[in-house]
């Protein structure tokens, strides 16, 4: 009894001193975020609607506050609510929060490699190479504006020849931007007709279409059960393979063809990095992150501009009082004999303020492209612990009621002063800000104002219904905001 009784006190000893530790070591750290109750295996689903997971995000911020903690499923998920928020996570303590949240169903796709999904040493070196790259070839360069002004003369052509027929410009739209990312990475624009082009962007676009679906929502939340479960989402995933094939085959032909001496694009420049580094076992520039890097600089490059140009015609053909008044801007500044250039924004200052609010009421990543912390974070007095999935809420920035009244109301008026000029905003964040601000934002800022410019200079958009009835609310996924499909017919001026 005697022996029995002293092992019960050891280990009540050492039960209490690991407990003590624990307390101490977690009283240091500091509490974590407040939060809705999770539960074994569903996580928060029964506190959030996943068809529209911003909405349901700014009703937990309105009772637990700026920085609340949620799960989908088992994955704990810190969300930044609001400006100051977001500002000081991603700017003031940037290093911090310069990792790249798992998303499942991203994860499935990248397979956490490339420049979007990658965190670390990895990411700094691929995107330092990009940016740098990116440039040699053009981009946020004369050489680049005027491959934009090329593309826009195609893209005039086109609609010219739909003769006013109604028609959905969807398609017009990203054949024309995804040919610009396609002249810098893959060295050359494709036409058209090009049918391996076409089956191209047809993935693409049913992809936009197939993320809205409650079992591609669900893919977040419980991805093992979902990979057995048939739906849009196995097609989503299919679809995407055949995208990752066709940027690994041009990838493979390049390989074939290489001239050391002469890159001719993004592909070459990464080939000769990865030939500098062969011997560097700890190389981060292998035929994977390439594949995944060019992949990454595609869909970046073709959809959220292409997008953006979407929601902008569906929104201008609503209001032809605003059409009109940019119209005369350009005609004023540009005339009609030749084609617009980035250095007629600072002279059009309506125009800028309508494409600005044009990305602003869209709202088009809604919950930023998720981050993560690096290590152990202290923020306003909470803990998070390393590798925690961050949300910074773009959609709590750009549709602030005191910065811009009336956020879910479109207008330009939000970036005009009282006497018609321009009013910049430190809450204009639609390629996020910070460490991981969006590589692309020069290049596609060009492209919204020399194509969206180029359109209206050359035609009137007349809508197939009254221009009241005109639906412009986004279709909300976890991920981005779409535009509905609709119609219009393009008449020249």
Known sequence: MEVLGGTTVFLLVCLSCLFLATWR????????????????????????NPLNLPESLKKLSEKYGPVFKIHLGPQKVVVLYGYDVVKEALVDQGDDFSGRGTVPLIKKLFQGTGIVTSSGETWKQLRRFAITTLRDFGMGKKGIEERIQEEAHFLLERLKNTHERPLNPG????????N???SIVFGDRFDYEDKKFLALIDWIEENNKLQGSIQTQLYNFFPTLMDYLPGPHQQLIKNFKKVDKFSTDIVMEHQKTLDPTCP??????????MEQEKGNDDSKFTVETLSKTTLDLFLAG???????????ILILHKYPEIVEKMQKEI????????????????????????IHEIQRYIDFLPINVPHAVIRDTKFRNYFIPKDTMIFPMLSSVLHDSKEFPNPEK???????????TFKKSDYFMPFSTGKRICAGEGLARMEIFIFLTSILQNFSLKPIMDHKDIDISPIVT?????PPDYEVSFVPR
């Open 478 to 482: 976890s991920l981005a905001s779409l």
């Open 302 to 312: 073709t959809g959220t501009t292409s997008i953006t140009l979407r929601f902008a």
């Open 171 to 178: 398609s017009f739209l990203i054949h024309a931007v995804s």
């Open 410 to 420: 479109f207008d330009p008026g939000h970036f005009l002063n009282a006497n018609g």
């Open 264 to 273: 001719r694009d993004f592909i070459d420049a990464f080939l000769n990095k």
């Open 331 to 354: 005609d004023s500044v540009i005339g009609r004999d030749r084609s617009p250039c980035m250095s007629d924004r600072s002279l059009m200052p309506f125009t800028d303020a309508v």
């Open 25 to 48: 070591s977690t009283s240091q750290k500091g509490k974590e975020p407040p939060g809705p109750i999770s539960l074994p295996f569903i996580g928060s689903l029964l506190h959030i």
């Open 180 to 182: 610009i990312i396609c």
